[in-house]
């Protein structure tokens, strides 16, 4: 089923114009998610809320959401982004002086400000883990480290990205997740750089609270985002941020402060029904293709191309066989050892119409399941030599 997406301009505008390597920062939409918008802004400029309450019109997205992580309905929650969910957590929980939260120094900063935050107010210790570079150019953040140092008995949290956005290292959350659900410590995960690209279940993987954007490999709207939160921690999180969606039986005309036994705890007033709406489109679209499917295809991309780049003298900077069952992201990050990262990225854009991205002082590519194997063979034939 998989083929009828490759290369095909009529569902992937984008094609026409660009080849188009960057949904690990900002995606494209497919033509039915533009499709989707449009109609919503038509139907809402010349209807307004006559004909549809668009609260209830976007309830099945939850349903498609939870489906994507293998999560319950009411287990999810609509955000704005990935940082709207992580500060509804870091602010609603219960933290002591002395409490222990473990990550890593390269999360992106979204995944650190708000436990820098829980530090500020609560006197909570941050112990952030190196990222280190092997002597064959491979970034990596050691697991064994990482849970070396939350097996400390102060240990409450450890704090996650599923994929790093700097290096494209993949987190064995398995291994992670038993590992805390062993020792009853929580498991909080940024995935924005792996849902809708990488299989996700967030009961295999021990995931206590998981939060993404829309705006990457979602392919949807940037204002559309989610949280899941394990149903048995729900009450256990009052987060800082609250309003009418939020509580039991949410009314506009009563007030009634009891809070939501439900992820809609979370959620606080009017959602930005048309990013929802977008993202309603491709969420749909990405369960119809399979995300097993849409693994595969990039997987395969992302292995030729980073094939291709060795043999031209780059240095691939991700872990290409994966550090547990072969999985890796979508994403590519590589260095070149005559030009710096913005300026090759700004060449490849100016002069070739491909668009990759510089991070942290590497290149990033990062396809999505309707990139060929011919664009890729064709940007690799374009970077200099």
Known sequence: MIQQYIGNADLFPILTRW???NHAGVSPWPAMTLKAVNDFSAEFGLDCFQRKNWFHELEPLR????????????????????ADGICAVSSGLRWEKGDRIVSADCE??????????????????????KEKTDA???????EDELLDA????????????????????????????????????????????????????VKRMGIDFLFAGGHKWLLSPPGAGMMFCRRELIERVNPATVGALSVVNPSKWEVNFTRATTAMRFETGTHA??????????????????????????????????????KKGYV??????????????????????????????????????????????RVR???????????????????PG
């Open 150 to 201: 939350a097996s400390h008995h102060r240990t409450k949290m450890i704090a996650l990205s599923h994929v790093q956005w700097g290096s494209g290292q993949c987190m064995d959350l398995q291994r992670i997740g038993r590992f805390c659900r062993e020792r009853g410590i929580l498991f909080a995960v940024d995935v924005i750089q792996s849902l809708g690209v990488v299989p996700i279940d």
């Open 63 to 82: 349903g498609m959401l939870a489906k994507l992580v293998n999560a319950e309905p009411d287990e999810i929650a609509f955000m704005r982004n990935t």
């Open 273 to 310: 029904f048309g990013s929802l709406a977008g993202m309603a489109a491709s969420v749909k679209l990405l369960l119809e293709v399979g995300i097993e499917s849409i693994h595969t295809q990039v997987k395969s991309l992302g292995d030729a191309f980073a094939a291709g780049i060795a």
């Open 365 to 383: 590519f990062s396809p999505h399941f309707y990139n060929s194997m011919d664009q890729v063979e064709r940007v690799v034939g374009k970077l």
């Open 136 to 142: 064959a150019g491979v970034a990596r953040v050691s």
């Open 316 to 361: 691939v900077a991700t872990l290409r066989d994966g550090n547990f069952g072969g999985i890796v992201g979508g994403a590519v990050c590589f260095t070149s050892p005559r030009q710096k990262p913005e300026e090759l990225v700004k060449q490849m854009r100016s002069e070739h119409q491909t668009e990759l991205a510089a991070r942290t002082g």
């Open 108 to 129: 992106y900063p979204t995944n650190i400000y708000p436990w820098m935050d829980v530090c500020e107010r609560c006197g909570a210790e941050l112990v952030a883990i």
């Open 19 to 21: 080849d188009y390597f």
